[in-house]
């Protein structure tokens, strides 16, 4: 439905709504207008006209103020959505009537639902800047632009979007009185097309699409720009570089370029890599590293650029003073999170000056990954000596190593002789928490007989173990059964079956719908699960000979959910003798006269035995 909106609003003492055509969301946006007729003189003979935009269309509104009330007004909003496309010429004679009904004494109802009942050709859709929010205003006097080009294919000027509203002036409207009312009725009306974003199958996966000009949101929707325009398109992709394009809009509707061939560029900087020592992998050796991709350098000021082909297939070169150097091949693209490279310790080199077991000195130069550059001896035994470079040799190192793992050892059979004699302490006295001093009371305990250890109760323990293995052996059944003996306890312990307890055992759910609807069929394919339940297989009993798959009718009302099984095996009796019955007399039919009497008499004995309560109590 391509159709202009339409509401009178009217302020007389307080806001109020005349009538809405086409009414929607874009309803939301018409507000008070009292604050913008203070722009314009107070003359109730002629009309405030002006535009404003939402991100969907355009707002015009016509409105006409109420003698000696003081910026009461009646108002008329006419909404243009921006899938219409509707002529100048054509909204004037709209507006014309709008005029004729808010001067009238009475709104005509059904004029008004008329011309606003006309269907208009549809574009597509591009969203407009909404107006500013800022109390700021702009004019445009018709005669420079005449009226029809003002509100016309080109009512939309993406400049308008810096102001509140857009006053027109024409030959019956008020006049404008504000001088801050900025002026536009000499500036250029640009030509506006609708520019569409490029098409999806075009554009590599991860790549987005947008403007040059910061704030703009992702080209991802159709928007207005001005024809024949240069427009600075950005394709965007994670890790890379942006990809520039230019293109101009000289049609509507126009769908936007993508570059022939995309030729990106990784961004490759220090944040890419973690350096970390092959020994201690928690160190990180990052920042005093050298990185290079490629024979080039990578810095923290000047990341590297290179191309996808280049970071498929890259270089890395790493070096850090005290580590040998490490070149690796790496593949750089769809990599997740830091590319690790691990630095191995490189030997160094010592010279100490040593005393040999003769008296003289001699020189030993020490090579390793491990050396320490601190004030300690590197090698075991020895400390350094006064003079620079000189190792002086002593057991002192070894003699208190073994000092210290002999006082360990004491200390370990300390702790473990105390826990001994706590535990002999506290199994031989009891402990009593009484008023006065001192609070607990301590007592030895005098063995007479009834230790644990003694004669007399040495037998107690076993009586216990066997008084808990009889126990444990009476309760193992009942843990035991598994879901189907559970069900079939049910059963045979119950005289009252209910719904919720049968249906809480797997084997028996939907067995009370099955025997209150007397589903045959049903009931004689649980035989083989539910056999070992003698009650179950009265039930079975009963209808092993009915050769059909149920009996019409059901046993108990509707809101009724306990059956008592002796009940309703009487009831099942009767139903089954009951269905079977014209069978036997179709078989004895010929039989003579003395056959149906015993069936009377037989029928009569079956009801009598039947006469027994039904329902679940």
Known sequence: MNKLGFQINRFYGGPGIVMTVNGGDWTKK?????????LFSEDASKFAMFMSFSESGAYLCVARMISGRGGDNTAGWIFIPNTVEISGNELIDVINVVKEELSAPQINAERVNSLFDKNYPAIEAADFRPSSAEKVYAKRNAGFYPLCDIIGINRYQPEYSKYNAILIHDKDSMEIIDKNVVDLTMAEMINTFVFCPPV???????????????????????????????????????GYEDIHFKESVEENNQICGVPKVFDWKMIISRAAFKIVSAQNRDKDLSAESKISVNGVDVTMNKPLRISEQEAANAEVSVTRKGYVPKRVRKNLLNVNGPVTIELTRAEESQTWTIELANGHHAEMTLTSKYLSKSSVSPLKGYSIGERAGQLDYTNFGVLKERIIGFAMGLGVCAFIYLLVALWGYFDSHNFEWQLGWPPLKVTEIVDQGNSPTSPANSSKPAEKDDKTKANNKKSDPAKALTPKEQAIKYLEENETWTK??????????GLFDDLNEFNIASLKSRERGLKDSSRFMEIIEVIKDYPREKIPGSYMPKNDTKITVSNYIQALTKKVNEAKAPEKKKETAGAGKQQPAQQSSTDKSSQDKDKGPRGGI
Request: net charge positive; proline share 10%.
């Open 500 to 509: 919720d307890e049968l249906d809480s055992h797997t084997e028996l759910v």
């Open 200 to 238: 999806k199958a075009d554009i590599p996966a991860g790549v987005t699409v947008h403007f040059a000009a910061p704030g703009e949101p992702p080209f991802n929707k159709p928007v207005r720009v001005k024809k024949s325009t240069p427009i600075d398109i950005i394709f965007k992709r994670r």
């Open 30 to 38: 018409v507000v008070d207008i009292r604050n913008i007729l203070t």
